[in-house]
């Protein structure tokens, strides 16, 4: 859910310990959903050319420095164009919820205050198709407004592990039960650490 970049920029935006606990909670979620999907043994629920893919080696290539260098800014260059989108449509909703939203209709409906604003955070995070630093701008917003940080980083999880896009391209690869499965335990995971956070977040972060 996270890469070493976002980590950064979460850590900049909302501190060192809102930005670990995301991290430890996603890979918490990680673990245990893949361990779950590992014991109910769903092997035959991936499509069959994955499993028949054979692997092949490619011997690794020396590059010199220059050459490192070059690739290095390449790759820059690439992860700049494919984020700056995420982050320009971020930014626009995070500045539409803080300037144009009242406080009062937020924290009505995601306030921690209403019982179901974890499920409508998670929710709302489905038919989102960004990435980690497309959801950043708005959960800052959001925690401007005063949104418990659970709700918010349910969201944030929501978009990022369970977009419909990303389900798309997924069921590309897995059958219909394992597909259900993993949305299953990782809806049910978000939704838990969301409410954990929401309860006890105060004690560590």
Do not use: C
């Not at 991936?46 to 690739?71: C, G, P, W």
């Amino acid at each position: 859910m996270v890469d070493l970049g976002a980590l950064v920029l979460l850590m900049s935006v909302f501190g060192t310990k809102i930005a670990l606990t995301y991290v430890v909670v996603g890979l918490v979620l990680a673990v245990t959903g893949g361990t779950i999907i590992d014991k109910l043994h769903m092997e035959d629920q991936v499509v069959r050319f994955i499993n028949s893919s054979s692997s092949v080696d490619i011997e690794a290539q020396e590059l010199s420095r220059k050459e490192r260098m070059t690739y290095a800014a390449e790759q820059v260059k690439a992860t700049v164009k494919k984020v700056f989108i995420y982050i320009l449509v971020g930014v626009g909703i995070g500045a539409l919820i803080h300037n144009w939203i009242p406080t009062d209709i937020i924290q009505k409906i995601l306030g921690t205050d209403n019982p179901f604003s974890v499920l409508i955070a998670t929710v709302v995070g489905v038919p989102m198709y960004a990435d980690i630093f497309g959801t950043i701008p708005i959960a800052e917003a959001l925690l401007a407004k005063g949104v418990g940080v659970g709700t918010i980083l349910s969201f944030m999880m929501g978009v990022t592990a369970l977009s419909l896009p990303s389900m798309i391209m997924l069921k590309k690869v897995v059958k219909n039960k394992l597909l259900f499965t993993f949305i299953g335990i990782v809806t049910v995971g978000i939704i838990i650490i969301g409410y954990f956070l929401n309860a006890f977040g105060g004690f560590f972060i």
